[in-house]
């Protein structure tokens, strides 16, 4: 079992950056896929990106490719997000996920794939 805590959310203009972390309980933090979701007021979480459990695979939602970068530190526990070039319409609530999957890291895109979730970290971006 894992536990997760998301920080670094916050208010922010068009055009800027935000770092997101998720940091993990338990020493088997290496054998979980992680992901990032997000979700707005009054839609269903969405995908983000996800990190193999080594480190050396990711894969991104279209909307976000090119701006975001997901990255991880098996040796803390943490998972982080760089999110640049933000936009309004990345407002949302941001959700970290685990899942004990060993598929190819494009496989973990939906929200049920995922065992363990965190309480989200709130992302504003103002136009």
């Known amino acids: 079992q894992v536990q997760l805590v998301e920080s670094g959310g916050g208010l922010v203009q068009a055009g800027g950056s935000l770092r997101l972390s998720c940091a993990a309980s338990?020493?088997?933090?290496?054998?979980?896929?992680m992901g990032w979701f997000r979700q707005a007021p009054g839609k269903e979480r969405e995908f983000v990106a996800a990190?193999?459990?080594?480190?050396?695979?990711?894969f991104y939602a279209d909307s976000v490719k090119g701006r975001f970068t997901i990255s991880r530190d098996n040796a803390k526990n943490a998972v982080d997000l760089q999110m640049n070039s933000l936009k309004p319409e990345d407002t949302a609530v941001y959700y970290c996920?685990?899942?004990?999957?060993?598929?190819?890291?494009?496989?973990?895109?939906?929200?049920?794939?995922?065992?363990?979730w965190g309480q989200g970290t709130q992302v504003t971006v103002s136009s």
């Open positions: 338990g020493r088997t933090f290496s054998m979980y896929t």
């Open positions: 990190v193999s459990r080594s480190g050396s695979s990711t």
């Open positions: 996920g685990a899942t004990l999957g060993g598929y190819s890291v494009s496989y973990y895109y939906a929200a049920g794939q995922y065992n363990y």
